[in-house]
């Protein structure tokens, strides 16, 4: 697990390094077309912010939901541990289907 | 059905109900999407508002507030009728349930009748689809909701249909439970873009 868990990392890592000279780029088009003094630079901004913030907004409802009603849910029982062929040797007896 | 078969289907461990049903997911997915467009449209409204100067533009005609709240007051009064009909559905009441989905249905056709009213008049004032963004997003966000209450108010019609010739009891609500989540969704809506569209 722990192999799993580095290897994110240095991916995540590998993966910010090169962007770090592309966050001052923007549209194209939005970007040669309003002036700084503009009163629709305002309005493209405040647009852009809101339509970025939706998906998050959706995402922390739906999920916020799930959650709770996965709480308010009660007990479940747990599904039996299937054991896996480099796992057989931890499996305790009786803790799942053996494949042979 | 076969011995091993039937050996295997007494065999098969109870699976429990999950915590969230499928319809449950799907209804969710519908509500997403529709929320994700309606963002959609009210981000080219805010790119519109605030870039304008003056708000109506001239010449344009203001909209009608003082019928518009009180078209609201009638949309949100049918919470309760929705609210009342699950409930009575939940406690085997099936006239209360199918009484109540219809009044529901009832209130949702008043305000998109006022709302038509109301629109009629505006074109007669020279506001309409061709006015510029003005009239252009005024009726395409009004429009989609109206458009969507319209929708409601036949998924209440089928529900109420369906709670009178016993599909919904008090073991089995989902279609009135779908119907009233959906309901939720558009009340909902209308109490965002009441206050964006009509007062800011």
Same mark, same amino acid.
């Given at each position: 697990? /722990?192999?799993?868990?580095? /290897?994110?990392?240095?991916?995540?890592?590998?993966?910010?390094?090169?962007?770090?000279?592309?966050?001052?780029?923007?549209?194209?088009?939005?970007?040669? /077309?309003?002036?700084?003094?503009?009163?629709?630079?305002?309005?493209?901004?405040? /647009?852009?912010?809101?339509?970025?913030?939706?998906?998050?907004?959706?995402?922390?409802?739906?999920?916020?939901?799930?959650?709770? *009603?996965?709480?308010?849910?009660?007990? *479940?029982?747990?599904?039996?541990?299937?054991?896996?062929?480099?796992? *057989?040797?931890?499996?305790?007896?009786?803790?799942?289907?053996?494949?042979? | 059905? &076969?011995?091993?078969?039937?050996?295997?289907?007494?065999?098969?461990?109870?699976?429990?109900?999950?915590? $969230? &049903?499928?319809?449950?997911?799907?209804?969710?997915?519908?509500?997403?999407?529709?929320?994700?467009?309606?963002?959609?449209?009210? !981000?080219?409204?805010?790119?519109?508002?605030?870039?304008?100067? =003056?708000?109506?533009?001239?010449?344009?005609?203001?909209?009608?507030?003082?019928?518009?709240?009180?078209?609201?007051? =009638?949309?949100?009064? &049918?919470?309760?009728?929705?609210?009342?009909?699950?409930?009575?559905?939940?406690?085997?009441?099936?006239?209360?349930?199918?009484?109540?989905?219809?009044?529901?249905?009832?209130?949702?056709?008043?305000?998109?009748?006022?709302?038509?009213?109301?629109?009629?008049?505006? =074109?007669?004032?020279?506001?309409?689809?061709?006015? !510029?963004?003005?009239? !252009?997003?005024?009726? =395409?966000?009004?429009?989609?909701?109206?458009?969507?209450?319209?929708?409601?108010?036949?998924?209440?019609?089928?529900?109420?249909?369906?709670?009178?010739?016993?599909?919904?009891? &008090?073991?089995?609500?989902?279609?009135?439970?779908?119907?009233?989540?959906?309901?939720?969704?558009? $009340?909902?809506?209308?109490?965002?873009?009441?206050?964006?569209?009509?007062?800011?």
């Amino acid at each position: 697990m /722990s192999h799993v868990v580095a /290897s994110f990392v240095v991916a995540i890592a590998a993966s910010l390094l090169p962007a770090t000279r592309a966050f001052a780029q923007g549209c194209a088009m939005c970007g040669n /077309s309003l002036a700084p003094n503009d009163p629709a630079t305002g309005a493209m901004n405040a /647009s852009i912010v809101f339509l970025l913030l939706m998906p998050y907004a959706l995402l922390a409802t739906v999920g916020g939901w799930l959650y709770l *009603r996965y709480r308010h849910s009660g007990p *479940r029982p747990r599904g039996s541990v299937i054991a896996l062929p480099w796992t *057989r040797a931890a499996a305790r007896p009786g803790s799942g289907p053996q494949e042979d | 059905m &076969s011995a091993p078969a039937a050996a295997m289907a007494t065999r098969r461990p109870e699976i429990p109900a999950p915590f $969230v &049903s499928n319809t449950q997911l799907a209804m969710a997915a519908v509500i997403v999407a529709e929320v994700m467009m309606f963002a959609g449209l009210v !981000g080219a409204y805010l790119l519109f508002r605030l870039q304008a100067a =003056v708000w109506p533009p001239a010449g344009m005609p203001r909209l009608p507030l003082g019928i518009t709240a009180v078209n609201t007051v =009638v949309l949100v009064a &049918s919470v309760p009728a929705i609210r009342g009909a699950l409930h009575a559905a939940r406690a085997g009441d099936r006239e209360g349930a199918a009484r109540g989905a219809a009044l529901a249905a009832v209130l949702g056709s008043l305000f998109v009748l006022i709302q038509g009213v109301e629109w009629l008049r505006l =074109v007669s004032h020279g506001l309409s689809l061709g006015s !510029g963004v003005y009239g !252009g997003s005024f009726y =395409v966000l009004i429009g989609c909701h109206a458009l969507h209450v319209l929708v409601a108010i036949a998924f209440l019609l089928v529900v109420a249909a369906l709670v009178r010739r016993g599909g919904v009891d &008090s073991r089995r609500q989902t279609p009135l439970e779908m119907c009233t989540t959906y309901w939720y969704f558009v $009340v909902g809506l209308w109490l965002v873009l009441f206050p964006l569209v009509y007062l800011y």
